[in-house]
T-cell receptor
Framework: AQSVTQLGSHVSVSEGALVLLRCNYSSSVPPYLFWYVQYPNQGLQLLLKYTSAATLVKGINGFEAEFKKSETSFHLTKPSAHMSDAAEYFCAVSDFLSGNTPLVFGKGTRLSVIA | DAGVTQSPTHLIKTRGQQVTLRCSPK?????VSWYQQALGQGPQFIFQ???????QRGNFPDRFSGHQFPNYSSELNVNALLLGDSALYLC?????????????FGEGSRLTVL
């Protein structure tokens, strides 16, 4: 069964500092991987996705993630945090081969940005 | 272009009651998936509807049922409510049943069971 583990339920960074949110996946087949963001009182919005093309994936709002098969990781980064980045971030995995298994989400990491 | 809309946004029920939540997908989308997000947790897949049929189902009891209408809108019904059903219920729409594309989520319906 597929699963994702997000290390750290809460991450706090200073404005302008590097953002690093960690995600490790478990999958018996090549996965599709996703990062979603949830702002307060809103639904989830796709930040970026990995679908077996380039291992470094660029998303919206300056975020990017790198797929590392050897480490089974898909960490999310942003060089310089902005106050507006404060939100809940979810990593999710799906089955690559069938492309038709529901997304399995991690428990989420809440990002706080300190002025 | 309207995105995914859900109603109601908030509701309070008591144990044993029944609830119906509604979802209109994004224009051009034909598939609706429902997720339950308990407090402090990630969303968990309930089921997916396509062509008015339930196509896939997560690990949820039969108290959870759904429906999809010809206009692609969908309902989630929960019978015999339990305290543990308190959660944010998210509807997501997509084009087709594959998960390689982007899911568009609504803002959710927050259900409180007392």
């Amino acid at each position: 069964a597929q699963s994702v583990t997000q290390l750290g339920s809460h991450v706090s960074v200073s404005e302008g500092a590097l953002v690093l949110l960690r995600c490790n996946y478990s999958s018996s087949v090549p996965p599709y991987l996703f990062w979603y963001v949830q702002y307060p009182n809103q639904g989830l919005q796709l930040l970026l996705k990995y679908t077996s093309a380039a291992t470094l994936v660029k998303g919206i709002n300056g975020f990017e993630a790198e797929f590392k098969k050897s480490e089974t990781s898909f960490h999310l980064t942003k060089p310089s945090a902005h106050m507006s980045d404060a939100a809940e971030y979810f990593c999710a995995v799906s089955d690559f081969l069938s492309g038709n298994t529901p997304l399995v989400f991690g428990k989420g990491t809440r990002l706080s940005v300190i002025a | 272009d309207a995105g995914v809309t859900q109603s109601p946004t908030h509701l309070i029920k008591t144990r044993g009651q029944q609830v119906t939540l509604r979802c209109s997908p994004k224009s051009g989308h034909d598939t609706v998936s429902w997720y339950q997000q308990a407090l402090g947790q990630g969303p968990q897949f309930i089921f997916q509807y396509y062509e008015e049929e339930e196509r896939q189902r997560g690990n949820f009891p039969d108290r959870f049922s759904g429906h999809q209408f010809p206009n692609y809108s969908s309902e989630l019904n929960v019978n015999a409510l339990l305290l543990g059903d308190s959660a944010l219920y998210l509807c997501a729409s997509s084009r087709g049943t594959g998960y390689t594309g982007e899911l568009f989520f609504g803002e959710g319906s927050r259900l409180t069971v007392l």
